[in-house]
């Protein structure tokens, strides 16, 4: 049973030889609608999928797992609301949900107050930790850093930057101008949009005017199809665009002639030449389309509900307490390579690679780390309080959430 806001929908059960047995619950919180939707519905996609291969395997414990899926409306406060709703009232074992650094800090003390877990699938600005949180995402030194670095080596030192008007692309920009900066880059210009605007004027004058060497891209949600839109008809899609929050899911809602000298970083790219890889490339689209495409986010959603079950299986619990204590110790062979929870900071070890756009959506990788990386959520330039501070000097600037 899937529930979608107050909709029902009926999924066809699995049959276990305890006939009876209640089912083991996960939320599955993600935006359905509003600006974000674009981003969060395949996400539950992904999730569909890992928990159906639990099922058809036996499920966990001898419980069929149930999804319960909620909309969270592009809106902080009610993603707060609903992790509370499903946490006391749904008892789920663990909630996979979130996309925006908003929804995730509105979701934070709730899951930590209540002794929730969240497992969170998506890159962000770092500067955070939490016991209650699995962060399947990229922190800074495995996405943001090594991007900005890359882009200055190949593409240009006269850096734009623009992203959505909330935390991740404001504390971002923080550690982009830093990373600028030690390697004789210049920030030559910096422009926000409202999460639920179209209006990308602004930025094109910017841009007409400045003339940079590469566009440095945090806008999340529906705004980077006006965005690749607007810099097109001005004539100005031959700059280079190096995106932060720009998956292949994400692109396909770009026209292909938008794509030109698009850049993104990310650990997993649908393009991956594996076995592992392959296969569950097949099994997605087996399932949802041929047409369909797979980013990051989702690989991640995907595998963090199968490391949550690899973990109630070895400690035989859906316990969420006992489940986070056993995450510790986790590794699992995953689309995007091998990757481990680190035990100090609930970060993944996890490849870095940097891919550039195809007309046909996928990216060519034309850069990958050696190895996986160690995540350090706070940049190890400055020391911990350095970064609390600078972070709440940003929270108390007036950003919007």
Same mark, same amino acid.
């Given at each position: 049973?899937?529930?979608?806001?107050?909709?029902?929908?009926?999924?066809?059960?699995?049959?276990?030889?305890?006939?009876?047995?209640?089912?083991?619950?996960?939320?599955?919180?993600?935006?359905?609608?509003?600006?974000?939707?674009?981003?969060?519905?395949?996400?539950?996609?992904?999730?569909?999928?890992?928990?159906?291969?639990?099922?058809?395997?036996?499920?966990?414990?001898?419980? @069929?797992?149930?999804?319960?899926?909620?909309?969270?409306?592009?809106?902080?406060?009610?993603?707060?609301?609903?992790?509370?709703?499903?946490?006391?009232?749904?008892?789920?074992?663990?909630?996979?949900?979130?996309?925006?650094?908003?929804?995730?800090?509105?979701?934070?003390?709730?899951?930590?107050?209540?002794?929730?877990?969240? %497992?969170?699938?998506?890159?962000?600005?770092?500067?955070?930790?939490?016991?209650?949180?699995?962060?399947?995402?990229?922190?800074?030194?495995?996405?943001?850093?090594?991007?900005?670095?890359?882009?200055?080596?190949?593409? $240009?030192?006269?850096?734009?930057?623009?992203?959505?008007?909330?935390? %991740?692309?404001?504390?971002?920009?923080?550690?982009?101008?830093?990373?600028?900066?030690?390697?004789?880059?210049?920030?030559?210009?910096?422009?926000?949009?409202?999460?639920h605007s179209h209006a990308m004027t602004a930025v094109i004058n910017d841009v007409q005017?400045?003339?940079?060497?590469?566009?440095?891209?945090?806008?999340?949600? @529906?705004?980077?199809?006006?965005?690749?839109?607007?810099?097109?008809?001005?004539?100005?899609?031959?700059?280079?665009?190096?995106? %932060?929050?720009?998956?292949?899911?994400?692109?396909?809602?770009?026209?292909?002639?938008?794509?030109?000298?698009?850049?993104?970083?990310?650990?997993?790219?649908?393009?991956?030449?594996?076995?592992?890889?392959?296969?569950?490339?097949?099994?997605?689209?087996?399932?949802?389309?041929?047409?369909?495409?797979?980013?990051?986010?989702?690989?991640?959603?995907?595998?963090?509900?199968?490391?949550?079950?690899?973990?109630?299986?070895?400690?035989?619990?859906?316990?969420?307490?006992?489940?986070?204590?056993?995450?510790?110790?986790?590794?699992?062979?995953?689309?995007?390579?091998?990757?481990?929870?680190?035990? &100090?900071?609930?970060?993944?070890? &996890?490849? =870095?690679? =940097?891919?550039?756009?195809?007309?046909? $959506?996928?990216?060519?990788?034309?850069?990958?780390?050696?190895?996986?990386?160690?995540?350090?959520?706070?940049?190890?330039?400055?020391?911990?309080?350095?970064?609390?501070?600078?972070?709440?000097?940003?929270?108390?600037?007036?950003?919007?959430?």
């Amino acid at each position: 049973m899937r529930l979608i806001g107050f909709l029902v929908l009926m999924i066809p059960a699995v049959t276990y030889a305890q006939n009876g047995a209640e089912p083991i619950k996960i939320g599955v919180l993600h935006s359905l609608s509003g600006p974000m939707g674009e981003n969060g519905r395949p996400l539950v996609d992904a999730a569909e999928l890992a928990v159906d291969e639990l099922n058809k395997s036996g499920g966990l414990l001898g419980h @069929e797992i149930e999804m319960v899926v909620v909309d969270g409306k592009s809106d902080w406060e009610l993603f707060a609301h609903e992790a509370k709703r499903l946490i006391e009232k749904e008892h789920v074992s663990a909630i996979f949900g979130c996309w925006t650094s908003s929804c995730r800090k509105a979701v934070k003390p709730v899951v930590e107050k209540l002794n929730g877990l969240l %497992f969170y699938p998506v890159q962000y600005e770092g500067l955070e930790e939490s016991k209650n949180i699995i962060y399947m995402g990229a922190p800074p030194n495995q996405q943001i850093i090594p991007g900005v670095s890359w882009a200055l080596n190949h593409l $240009g030192k006269r850096l734009y930057l623009v992203g959505s008007d909330y935390i %991740f692309p404001r504390a971002a920009n923080l550690i982009i101008r830093d990373v600028a900066q030690a390697n004789k880059g210049e920030v030559i210009g910096e422009h926000y949009v409202p999460l639920h605007s179209h209006a990308m004027t602004a930025v094109i004058n910017d841009v007409q005017k400045l003339q940079p060497d590469v566009i440095l891209n945090t806008i999340n949600g @529906e705004g980077n199809r006006y965005l690749f839109e607007s810099l097109k008809q001005a004539g100005l899609d031959d700059i280079p665009i190096v995106s %932060f929050s720009v998956s292949e899911s994400e692109i396909e809602n770009i026209e292909k002639a938008h794509r030109n000298n698009h850049y993104a970083v990310w650990s997993y790219f649908q393009s991956i030449d594996s076995e592992v890889n392959r296969s569950f490339v097949r099994k997605f689209k087996r399932r949802f389309g041929s047409e369909r495409v797979i980013g990051e986010p989702m690989e991640s959603t995907y595998v963090g509900i199968k490391l949550w079950a690899k973990a109630v299986r070895e400690i035989q619990s859906k316990d969420p307490v006992s489940v986070t204590k056993n995450l510790s110790n986790q590794s699992i062979e995953a689309p995007e390579g091998i990757v481990s929870v680190d035990a &100090k900071t609930h970060h993944l070890w &996890k490849m =870095i690679r =940097i891919g550039k756009a195809q007309k046909n $959506g996928q990216f060519n990788i034309v850069w990958k780390s050696k190895y996986p990386i160690r995540p350090v959520p706070f940049p190890s330039y400055r020391l911990r309080p350095l970064w609390d501070k600078v972070f709440d000097e940003l929270l108390s600037s007036g950003i919007q959430k």
